[in-house]
């Protein structure tokens, strides 16, 4: 029998194939462009921003909520909250931004099922994608 993965690795491993997954949607011939500075780069070399942070699961893996974002953005500033909110209202429209805060508010319990569906999810739609 094959031993229960750990609640930590699926959580990792959603993670890591949600992360190109958000970069490989938005990248063109390879090239994607940050979301709050316009910067230009390998979809590789840059990374999954969460306009809410992390911490909340209600957003954690959430479509709108997580942005291409190079590591100046999202790590050295802070994910530039404030340009983030501007551009996802001007992006999905007006209100966005709140909608998503008060979305990240709510509890959400994920269990280790649904975990793998999302992980088999993200999986067949970055397999599916061209380069």
Not at 26 to 49: R, S, V
Not at 90 to 115: C, N, P, R, V, W
Request: charged share 30%.
């Amino acid at each position: 029998m094959a031993k229960k993965p750990k609640r930590k690795t699926l959580v990792k491993k959603l993670d890591t194939i949600f992360s190109v997954y958000i970069r490989k949607r938005e990248a063109k011939n390879n090239i994607a462009e940050c979301f709050t500075c316009g910067k230009q780069d390998h979809y590789k070399k840059l990374q999954n921003g969460h306009f809410q942070s992390r911490k909340h699961y209600s957003t954690r893996w959430d479509d709108i909520n997580c942005q291409v974002q190079c590591a100046g953005c999202n790590v050295f500033r802070y994910g530039e909250q404030y340009k983030f909110s501007l551009n996802l209202d001007e992006k999905y429209g007006s209100g966005t931004a709140e909608a998503l805060h008060i979305k990240s508010k709510q509890i959400l319990k994920i269990t280790d099922f649904e975990l793998i569906e999302l992980i088999n999810k993200y999986t067949d739609l970055v397999n599916s994608m061209k380069n």
